[in-house]
């Protein structure tokens, strides 16, 4: 079928205006110099919203801030700041791709073939900012996303990303009149992509079933509001859940079908669309009689004509048909103890490395902005929308106690909503173990290592206990990878994680962190040194033989440990303390355990 788009331009135009509490600037200014890692493509002023820019001290930081608010600047200093880095150390490492330059670091840096952008503002010699001011300014850049060269290469790798938008899912996803996009998906999908810098368009692609259809066979990329299924994971990759909504069912108010879930309401007939992910559920429930319907509209008619006792939908989408089609004589009613249909983004399986991308733009995501994009859709009031007062009393008289049923129905499913806001991040470790798993090996993905690792460190911090995070890099497995094939690549990485669980403890937590990295989190330890000896323990037994059934290969791995609380407060300290004590193997010759550096002392 053709698929039309609506392209929402996600590019930044970088104007200069004074940031606000800012005094005018002097009629001294400077110009803005900013030096391109060689390693880079050449980049454009409009680019660069998607890059962390280095700059040396907090002065300099201000001043181009003032200038350009759009942009992102980092303060890299050992002395100074939370990075505690020095500039030339983290360009060195290639952990900074942008950063400010003095006319003469641009000379030299331009003399070297490198790319120096001259941006097309300058910037004042001096500026005052008031307390308030700079209050205002810290928590700004604290919701800003701060991109790693690597993800920032991912994205602009897959270019444009294609969502697909379904027919018939108002509030959640449509179209106005003028055929703009609109809807809860909507907004919380452009705040995801201005803060990724990533371009996105919308694509009419019919029913549910044939948007699923479409995300199958690539003609989109993504598609929201999904929930991970088994089949659906054989050809998509899932985000965390952004939202969670309860399941309601509609049926005549003469005849009501209630209940608190499925098996409670078995003696009835129950209309439910077959693409969606209950469908499979409803089926195992015992005497309950599912009716299979392709579209929504199929299943309110089987309830209208009687061919269904009622119809099962999730809360706002079933409010939104039954008020547009001012269904009188009809009643709503939430199962409450059948848990809540938590959605996720669903990205096409070979677009997987943008899901850990997206999964921190979700966690990044206050409780206050999801909150402010859910009054916007899901408020009471948003039943008479576009109706004056009189029109809704007659349209109320006309539907008798529907709307009276309507109405208390939104509004209870409004209060659980607003708790369930706050239950939101809690709800999250609760996703499916599939979509919380790596699918070649198995392991626990990224997001679960850093969910369980976060909530380590606050019980060894309540407890007083050490806890550790070791970083592995394997060495010579890209060798393997690209002369025996990429099956041999696969074989040797589920070999590798079975080795290395066998070589921990049961309530250690072994993740693989993406390609060939893997992560161990170590808990309930009492030294440093015994940290050392589990990757001491790891690397003997990765060092080993492994038999493939291409023949033997062997490989090495470059291993950095990192421990709670010498080493870092938090699992982001703790995981780059790692990490750089890894890179430290791999400059020293690779293949060997090095232990991170303790924190200084305040």
């Known amino acids: 079928?053709?698929?039309?788009?609506?392209?929402?331009?996600?590019?930044?135009?970088?104007?200069?205006?004074?940031?606000?509490?800012?005094?005018?600037?002097?009629?001294?200014?400077?110009?803005?110099?900013?030096?391109?890692?060689?390693?880079?493509?050449?980049?454009?002023?409009?680019?660069?919203?998607?890059?962390?820019?280095?700059?040396?001290?907090?002065?300099?930081?201000?001043?181009?801030?003032?200038?350009?608010?759009?942009?992102?600047?980092?303060?890299?200093?050992?002395?100074?700041?939370?990075?505690?880095?020095?500039?030339?150390?983290?360009?060195?490492?290639?952990?900074?791709?942008?950063?400010?330059?003095?006319?003469?670091?641009?000379?030299?840096?331009?003399?070297?073939?490198?790319?120096?952008?001259?941006?097309?503002?300058t910037m004042p010699a001096s500026i005052f900012i008031s307390e308030q001011s700079l209050d205002t300014y810290f928590h700004a850049n604290a919701q800003r996303m701060s991109l790693r060269p690597q993800e920032l290469l991912t994205i602009y790798a897959l270019g444009t990303m294609r969502i697909g938008v379904p027919d018939d899912s108002a509030p959640i996803l449509d179209r106005d009149d003028s055929g703009q996009i609109r809807g809860f998906d909507a907004d919380v999908l452009a705040?995801?992509?201005?803060?990724?810098?990533?371009?996105?368009?919308?694509?009419?692609?019919?029913?549910?079933?044939?948007?699923?259809?479409?995300l199958e066979s690539r003609d989109i990329d993504a598609l929201s509001f999904m929930t991970p299924t088994s089949e659906r994971l054989q050809f998509a990759a899932f985000t965390v859940p952004y939202f969670s909504v309860d399941w309601a069912l509609m049926s005549l108010s003469q005849n009501p079908v209630r209940g608190t879930d499925l098996a409670s309401v078995s003696d009835a007939t129950i209309a439910i669309v077959e693409s969606y992910s209950i469908f499979a559920d409803a089926m195992a429930v015992p005497e309950l009689r599912v009716l299979s319907v392709a579209t929504p509209e199929d299943g309110i008619n089987a309830v209208l004509e009687g061919r269904a006792d009622a119809y099962l939908d999730s809360l706002p989408l079933?409010?939104?048909?039954?008020?547009?089609?001012?269904?009188?004589?009809?009643?709503?009613?939430?199962?409450r103890a059948l848990p809540g249909d938590r959605v996720s983004i669903g990205v096409r399986n070979d677009w997987q490395e943008l899901v850990p991308i997206l999964d921190r733009a979700i966690l990044l995501t206050s409780d206050n902005e999801i909150a402010q994009v859910q009054e916007a859709w899901f408020e009471p009031e948003q039943l008479t929308d576009g109706l004056d007062r009189d029109a809704v009393q007659r349209w109320?008289?006309?539907?008798?106690?529907?709307?009276?049923?309507?109405?208390?129905?939104?509004?209870?499913?409004?209060?659980?909503?607003?708790?369930?806001?706050?239950?939101?991040?809690?709800?999250?470790?609760?996703?499916?173990?599939?979509?919380?798993?790596?699918?070649l090996t198995g392991l626990p993905n990224r997001t679960h290592m850093i969910e369980k690792g976060e909530l380590a460190l606050i019980l060894h911090a309540e407890n007083k206990r050490k806890c550790a995070l070791i970083f592995i890099d394997l060495d010579g497995f890209k060798a393997v990878n690209d002369t025996e094939g990429h099956d041999a690549g696969d074989e040797l990485l589920i070999a590798v994680a079975q080795r290395i669980q066998r070589a921990v403890r049961k309530t250690d937590m072994v993740a693989r962190y993406g390609g060939d990295e893997f992560v161990i989190l170590l808990t309930q330890i009492n030294t440093v040194e015994q940290a050392k000896a589990v990757a001491d323990k790891v690397l003997q037994r990765l060092t080993m033989p492994f038999r493939l059934a291409v023949g033997e290969a062997k490989i090495g791995a470059s291993i950095g440990v990192a421990v709670y609380p010498d080493h870092g407060q938090s699992y982001e300290q703790l995981l780059i303390a790692a990490d750089e004590a890894m890179y430290a193997v791999k400059e020293s010759g690779k293949q060997g355990v090095i232990v991170a550096k303790p924190v200084a002392k305040a």
């Open 1 to 121: 079928m053709p698929i039309s788009a609506h392209t929402v331009h996600a590019q930044v135009n970088i104007q200069p205006f004074p940031h606000k509490g800012i005094s005018d600037a002097p009629q001294d200014s400077e110009l803005v110099q900013l030096c391109v890692h060689e390693n880079t493509a050449a980049l454009s002023e409009h680019q660069l919203p998607g890059f962390v820019i280095g700059v040396t001290d907090n002065s300099l930081r201000f001043r181009l801030e003032s200038v350009f608010p759009q942009l992102t600047f980092r303060l890299f200093s050992a002395e100074q700041g939370l990075i505690r880095i020095d500039l030339q150390d983290a360009i060195a490492r290639g952990q900074l791709s942008v950063w400010w330059c003095n006319t003469e670091q641009a000379e030299a840096h331009a003399q070297n073939d490198a790319q120096v952008l001259t941006l097309s503002a």
């Open 191 to 214: 705040l995801l992509a201005e803060r990724l810098s990533l371009p996105i368009t919308w694509h009419d692609c019919g029913s549910w079933r044939t948007c699923i259809a479409a």
């Open 318 to 335: 079933l409010m939104n048909r039954v008020r547009q089609q001012a269904l009188s004589g009809t009643a709503v009613h939430i199962l």
């Open 396 to 439: 109320a008289v006309r539907s008798i106690i529907a709307v009276l049923i309507i109405l208390a129905g939104f509004l209870a499913w409004l209060t659980h909503l607003r708790r369930d806001i706050q239950r939101r991040k809690l709800r999250e470790a609760e996703m499916r173990h599939r979509a919380y798993h790596d699918q």
